[in-house]
């Protein structure tokens, strides 16, 4: 089973940044596709952005797509998710998830077509 650790977390500041990593013991990463979703006190999970199994494509969400940047290094079996011109609206469990996309190339935002699924790792930005 796909096992995902994140980290890079904690506390940032209003218009400043933070650098999440997600990195995955997986020998086949390169199959994978690969998203960060979060979820705010009280309120449902929702995404954040997600990218293909080749690194080729992104898709992010309205609230983060001029301010977040998701990229991949396979090499490293890692995603990254480079947090700018933070709000305190960014506040929230930043979670890493994958699914296996061996056969296509897709980025796909609904949170139920990705299985594997990190711990989460806690951001707090201070206005």
């Known amino acids: 089973q796909v096992q995902l650790v994140e980290s890079g977390g904690g506390l940032g500041q209003a218009g400043g940044s933070l650098r999440l990593s997600c990195k995955a013991s997986?020998?086949?990463?390169?199959?994978?596709?690969l998203a960060w979703f979060r979820q705010a006190p009280g309120k449902e999970r929702e995404f954040v952005a997600a990218i293909s199994r080749s690194g080729l494509a992104t898709q992010s969400a309205d609230s983060v797509k001029d301010r977040f940047t998701l990229s991949r290094v396979n090499a490293e079996n890692t995603v990254y998710l480079q947090m700018n011109s933070l709000k305190p609206e960014d506040t929230a469990v930043y979670y890493c998830a994958a699914r296996f996309d061996p056969l296509g190339d897709d980025y796909p935002i609904k949170e139920y077509l990705y299985r594997y699924w990190g711990q989460g790792t806690q951001v707090t930005v201070s206005s």
């Open positions: 997986e020998p086949t990463f390169n199959l994978y596709g």
